[in-house]
């Protein structure tokens, strides 16, 4: 509601609306459908019946038509942001519906923990960017106040904690963001000694000369660049 811009009057209505519901506090959820309008049709019947049937209810189209208006506007607010001083940054993880509330609360927590040491306490949000039958994915954002004297280091620092709890709290290390150079440390914890030789395997039969996006997967080649690059 807030991002649909409803302020004054409507949004002091649409607030007493929701209290009269019984919700004082909730989530917005903003759900969209493509394809055939027959198909749109029946998905969104079936939609709308399991959410209303877990006391869901609808507040209108307007903060999608916003989410719509607005979702290219982010990178720009970033770049604001940090001209004016601010740490910004994002990180995304996944696991099964039963890991989703420890998951959060360990990242969340890892975040405010190392950032706070620092001297730049955090505002850590957090949205479910993607929804499965099995589980979600938590695509979180971190403002900080920006260490002038050492700003890439204070977010590896963040960034180490983070992954850390990620791993610990049964997450996967990446969901939609890719493996690269900064997530690779932690790939042998997530699929094992095994799953790296595979990929190891894979890799030197196709790319034996090491010349597709060298240093980006595999945790070894990550650390000889690291000496390369040191």
């Not at 607030?15 to 019984?22: E, F, I, K, S």
């Not at 949000?125 to 900080?144: N, Q």
Request: proline fraction near 5%; charge should be positive.
């Amino acid at each position: 509601m807030a991002l649909a811009g409803a302020g004054g009057r409507a949004r002091q209505l649409a607030m007493a609306y929701v209290r009269a519901r019984g919700y004082d506090q909730g989530c917005l959820a903003i759900c969209g459908w493509e394809g055939t309008d027959d198909a749109i049709a029946g998905r969104r019947r079936r939609a709308v019946a399991i959410l209303r049937r877990h006391g869901g209810f609808a507040i209108g189209r307007g903060a999608g038509r916003a989410w719509a208006r607005g979702r290219f506007a982010a990178p720009y607010l970033r770049d604001d942001l940090l001209a004016h001083g601010a740490l910004v940054e994002t990180l995304e993880t996944a696991a099964p519906w039963s890991a989703l509330p420890g998951l959060y609360a360990a990242v969340a927590g890892a975040l405010r923990e190392t950032l706070t040491a620092r001297g730049t306490p955090p505002l850590v949000m957090c949205h479910i960017s993607h929804l499965y039958e099995t589980g979600a994915s938590l695509y979180l954002t971190v403002i900080a106040r920006r260490d002038d004297a050492d700003p890439a280091s204070q977010w590896r620092a963040a960034k180490r904690a983070a992954c850390d709890a990620i791993v610990g709290a049964g997450g996967t290390i990446t969901h939609h963001h890719a493996v690269g150079c900064d997530h690779a440390p932690w790939l042998p914890a997530e699929i094992g000694d095994l799953g790296v030789d595979v990929l190891r395997g894979v890799k030197a039969v196709l790319d034996p000369a090491g010349v597709l996006n060298p240093g980006k997967l595999l945790p070894v080649e990550r650390a000889a660049l690291d000496v390369r690059t040191a």
